[in-house]
């Protein structure tokens, strides 16, 4: 027999030995511990716990089905957490409140136009106001003055047609008085004529008298008489002397223009 025919024999021998001996040990402790000497059953029954059956290998490694499905559909744990009902079933959400329609801003008023200038009128008595007043320079004269007391403006068209006392005629006029344009009046605005009342030589012109009443008339655009009503001036409480050389002016502008005739 060769050296290395002994040797596989020692090495067979003593694996065989300590597998007899590890049997051994094995079933004598699964004996004491159950109160049951047979070794077979306590050979297989470590085998059993060391190898895991195929189910539990899939189950454990499986992912958890109501895990998954809680997370998806809302009905596990943490649905239920954040739902407060503990149904699983998700709050319906509120519906945004509808915001109130803005106030609506009234539109600025527009404003008033403004009124339209009344056309201008023919001066007369019913929308002026007429003063007769003695002048001390010229001597024996005496100064008319219409104001506009009216809306809107008026014309003084010509000269006055002045008439003192019984009067029948109409003075004359001094046509060297005749201004370039009609006089205008705007309301509170005043126009002047003069009259001269009597000659300053004291006997050259007949037929004088005093007069304590006149009365004023007015003419219109086309000068062929009066129009409208008249004013009645007051005259001084003795009255004023007239004769044959009564004249007037045309209507002026300003009572320098009228005074200087």
């Not at 003419?219 to 007051?234: I, N």
Request: include cysteine; charge should be positive; glycine fraction near 12%.
């Amino acid at each position: 027999m060769s050296v290395r025919t002994s040797r596989i024999r020692l090495i067979a021998a003593t694996g065989i030995a300590l597998a007899t001996l590890s049997l051994t040990a094995c079933g004598s402790d699964h004996g004491a511990g159950n109160g049951n000497n047979s070794g077979g059953k306590a050979a297989a029954t470590p085998s059993a716990t060391a190898r895991p059956t195929q189910e539990a290998t899939t189950a454990a490694s499986a992912p958890t089905a109501a895990t998954d499905t809680g997370a998806t559909t809302g009905t596990g744990a943490h649905a239920a957490a954040d739902s407060g009902t503990g149904t699983g079933t998700a709050a319906t959400p509120k519906a945004p409140a509808v915001p109130k329609a803005p106030t609506r801003i009234p539109a600025p008023s527009k404003p008033a136009k403004p009124a339209k200038p009344a056309e201008p009128v023919t001066c007369t008595g019913s929308n002026t106001k007429t003063t007769a007043a003695p002048l001390n320079r010229p001597v024996n004269h005496m100064l008319l003055t219409v104001t506009n007391t009216g809306a809107g403006a008026c014309f003084l068209y010509g000269y006055p047609a002045v008439r003192f006392g019984e009067a029948q005629a109409v003075p004359p006029v001094i046509e060297d008085s005749k201004p370039q344009a009609v006089v205008t009046l705007q309301p509170g605005e005043s126009g002047y004529a003069s009259v001269n009342l009597s000659s300053t030589d004291g006997g050259n012109a007949g037929h004088g008298y005093t007069a304590t009443s006149l009365t004023v008339y007015f003419s219109g655009p086309a000068m062929s008489g009066s129009v409208g009503t008249g004013a009645h001036p007051a005259l001084p409480a003795k009255g004023v002397y007239v004769d044959d050389s009564l004249k007037v002016t045309y209507w002026q502008q300003s009572m320098d223009d009228a005074t200087s005739w």
